[in-house]
């Protein structure tokens, strides 16, 4: 035995070492966060996650905040977890991941939000089952999977369409209409010719198709590009509008089909209704135009149902404005928001989304989460990131916690 | 079980010298870069109190913390970490050929042993696992003495406490050896492990084979690192029409890969049992 005293030795020490490291020596002390309802309903923060950072440390520490606790991200970073993170930009809806639970088998191969309609009562996706060529006038086949979730059945077919098989970009059922609006992209363009393709969900076969936006085309210099805003809402019978943006640019260096710079030289916002197929100019001042975008000035928008929503913020306040898309009916600048009346210094971040906004605010302390109706403007909820063991506020400053942004997702 | 264990404690004898090299280069590195850059620091800091090269956000300022010190001694705390390295993965090679090699062939010694020729093969696996585990343990070991240094060496009036995940993480070497979250270590180190033994298995099968022994080998490695590299992308991760959704293509990766390792190691077995003679 005496012989084998270093084999002995290097085997304890490889084991011990890595062993109580890993049992006492990791832990990294960083305090857990979560947010607490100071007034109004905490079923409001469901969706919402704050990010930013934490300090305290000699590196700061990427940190997601909800009502439900905080997550480091160093402290969950591994292979599966980065694997399994490929799959976050599938869905930006709370009810599709929900029902992704629950039917899994339903949704096999059908995990792209942009692609699916989704209700209480009904799953519907569309994917292209073949594609003719790169000719527009050959078209492609589409393949429809209608699933009534009150019956529990499925249907599927497939619809020969003469529209060449560009991006799903979004899918809404209006009655017994499915709309499938196609982002068909052009080879070196920086933007597309968008289509609502209709099919009849009786006949299972494709009704028409209806143009939104234009080719791109080029003179000179000078190219539009065209782009979709998607409603938010998914109930049936107000998801009956999109917006279509038109924009004329002018190539400045560079040129298509290789890098390039450009500058803005007009904008128009349309409203575009699926059920009537007309597209309408809404005013002005709602185009997504860069010139209030600035670091001090930001701005966020939102569609849900026939409402538009705008805010412009800064760190002082946030103003928001609303125009109906069936009523015309425009609210503008009708919401002042600002930091001092929810006991704050500074306005983080805003986001809108589910016909409210979210406010992050920043005070002298533990920063702040507001969540305000947009239709009432009653404060829904205000609540305050807190520390999940008040303990630990004896060794770390809640100063050291800098949030920076705001995200809600769909639900 | 007795004659496995001999042939490991044989097998950490012959490295025994290397090892201890390596620990010396490993202690002289760090320590000297440790003593150097605190001397340097406290030079400057006894003739001007209020002098402070430490630029950090949240520590107050003008104190010195042990993170610092790391996180300002990268680059020779990587030279010894990355010497190690190089020479424990030379040596996965080393420790077959060089039953081979030599005046008298060690091998054949080796094979003509009572018992399975298994043996020879795992106490070879585990060998080269005491070696890595055992220098990291020792990086491990080292941290607090260094510490101990630093503590020694800088008034307590001027420095400031710091966590060990914090200290690691302020390396570049350190932070890649050990991971904050305990899966990480298990995923890097069972990959490691892998590798290690598809590569005892083309080794095998260049000596089962000889010149075109060489082909197989290389063409086995190939094989199991395009099925590792590829495998997610080839089964749909990351594309929302896939068959299969993200939880189940990672079990199912996860799955091949301790299929494939364990495939490693009985076909290492097979060849040393039945292609390799004496």
């Known amino acids: ?411 | 079980m007795n004659r496995y264990l001999k042939l490991v404690h044989m097998e950490v004898h012959r490295f025994r010298y290397l090892m201890l090299f390596l620990m010396g280069i490993i202690l002289i590195f760090q320590v000297g870069a440790i003593i150097s850059v605190l001397s340097d620091e406290l030079s400057l800091k006894w003739e001007n109190p209020a002098y402070s090269s430490v630029r950090q956000p949240f520590v107050p300022e003008g104190m010195l913390s042990f993170t610092w010190v790391i996180s300002q001694t990268n680059f020779y705390f990587i030279i010894p970490i990355f010497i190690s390295i190089a020479v424990i993965g030379l040596y996965i090679f080393f420790i077959w050929y060089r039953d081979w090699l030599g005046k008298s062939t060690f091998i054949y010694r080796l094979l003509m042993l009572p018992g399975a020729r298994c043996q020879i093969y795992l106490a070879k696996l585990t060998a080269i696992l005491i070696f890595v585990f055992g220098l990291v343990s020792y990086q491990l070991l080292l941290l607090p003495v260094e510490k101990l240094l630093f503590q020694m060496m800088v008034p307590a009036e001027w420095r400031v406490d710091s966590y060990w995940p914090e200290v690691i993480s302020a390396n570049l070497a350190l932070d890649m050896l050990l991971p904050r979250n305990v899966e990480q270590f298990f995923t890097i180190y069972g990959a490691g492990i892998m590798a290690v033994l598809i590569i005892f298995t083309a080794i095998l099968l260049e000596r089962s084979y000889r010149r075109i022994g060489i082909l197989y080998g290389l063409l086995y490695v190939a094989v199991h690192v395009m099925a590792v590299m590829f495998l997610p992308d080839l089964l749909g991760i990351g594309n929302p029409d896939s068959f299969l959704y993200t939880d189940e293509i990672v079990g199912l990766v996860f799955g091949i890969c301790l299929v494939l390792l364990m495939l490693s190691v009985l076909f290492g077995f097979r060849l040393l049992a039945k292609k390799i003679t004496v």
């Open chain 1, 1 to 411: 035995m005496k012989r084998y005293w270093m084999t002995l030795l290097f085997s304890l020490l490889a084991i011990g070492g890595i062993s109580v490291y890993y049992s006492m020596g990791s832990v990294d002390h960083l305090p857990d966060f979560k947010l607490e309802a100071l007034e109004g309903d905490p079923d409001e923060l469901g969706a919402v996650s704050l990010t930013g950072t934490y300090g305290g440390r000699m590196k700061s520490e990427v940190v997601e905040v909800t009502a439900a606790g905080s997550r480091y991200q160093d402290r969950n970073t591994n292979v599966r977890n980065q694997l399994l993170g490929r799959d976050k930009w599938f869905s930006r809806s709370m009810m599709f991941d929900s029902f992704i639970g629950e039917r899994r088998n339903v949704t096999r191969g059908k995990k792209y939000d942009l692609q699916a309609y989704i209700n209480e009562d009904w799953f519907i996706y569309a994917k292209w089952a073949d594609f003719r060529g790169d000719s527009s006038d050959q078209g492609g086949t589409m393949q429809i999977t209608v699933y009534d979730r009150k019956a529990d059945k499925e249907r599927q077919f497939e619809v020969d369409v003469r529209v060449f098989p560009g991006a799903i970009a979004d899918v809404q059922k209006l009655g017994n209409e499915l709309h499938v609006v196609i982002n068909n992209y052009l080879s070196y363009y920086p933007s597309a010719a968008i289509y609502d393709l209709v099919i009849d969900l009786s006949s299972e076969k494709w009704d028409r198709t209806d143009k939104l936006a234009g080719k791109n085309e080029l003179s000179g210099k000078i190219f539009t590009r065209n782009s979709i805003y998607l409603n938010e809402d998914l109930s049936e019978s107000s998801s009956a509008f999109m917006l279509v943006n038109e924009a004329k640019e002018s190539i400045i260096s560079g040129s298509i089909g290789s890098s390039f710079e450009s500058e803005r030289l007009s904008e128009h916002l349309y409203a575009y209704s699926l059920l009537t197929g007309k597209k309408e100019e809404i005013p002005v001042f709602y185009t997504l135009s860069k010139s209030f975008d600035s670091e001090d000035n930001r701005f966020k928008t939102s569609l849900y149902g026939d409402t538009y929503s705008l805010v412009k913020y800064s760190v002082q306040s946030a103003v928001v404005s609303q125009y109906n898309l069936s009523t015309k009916e425009d609210r503008r600048e009708y919401l002042k928001l600002t930091p001092e009346q929810f006991g704050a210094v500074k306005i983080g971040d805003a986001v809108l989304g589910n016909n409210k906004i979210y406010l992050l605010l920043l005070t002298k302390s533990a920063p702040l989460v507001a969540v305000v109706d947009l239709q009432d403007t009653t404060i829904l909820y205000l609540g305050q990131v807190a520390y999940v063991n008040p303990e630990v506020a004896e060794t770390e400053k809640i100063e050291y916690l800098r949030l920076g942004n705001i995200y809600v997702k769909r639900q």
